[in-house]
């Protein structure tokens, strides 16, 4: 899962960095809930700051017809997994674009200094905040 959240961020322009130099750090959740029509796969990401100061907390849902709770874990295929990484992608890309640094490096763009994706992919520049994974507890 996570590799495919990477891809699906990546497609989003959200700047991924291993190690300590992350803007922000995200740790997710996920967990399986019954309905009367069937089951939904919750998801959590609780974002931190550079400090490790919690700063927001994602959460969105994914309902699936006619399965229940106790076998979605089982029944996770390829177009579920990648409708997972996409919405968890997007969920991350629109907190990032509400974050200060971004807010700054629209306002850069804006006035004629904005980056290019070959800047970016040269290490020379950054499209806005990076964001990192937490190590798991």
Known sequence: VTQRIESAALAHQVQLIKGA?????????????????????????????????????????????????????????????????????????????QTPEARAGQGQAQMGGSASMADVARGGASLGPNLGFAAPR
């Open 21 to 97: 130099q992350a803007d922000y750090f995200v740790r997710m959740y996920m967990a399986t809930n019954s309905s009367d029509s069937g089951a939904s796969l919750t998801y959590v990401w609780d974002v931190f700051d550079a400090q490790k100061r919690f700063q927001r907390r994602l959460e969105d849902r994914i309902a699936i017809a006619g399965t229940n709770s106790a076998i979605l874990w089982t029944q996770m295929d390829e177009p579920m997994l990648n409708l997972l990484a996409e919405r968890c992608a997007s969920d991350l890309a629109s907190f990032l674009a």
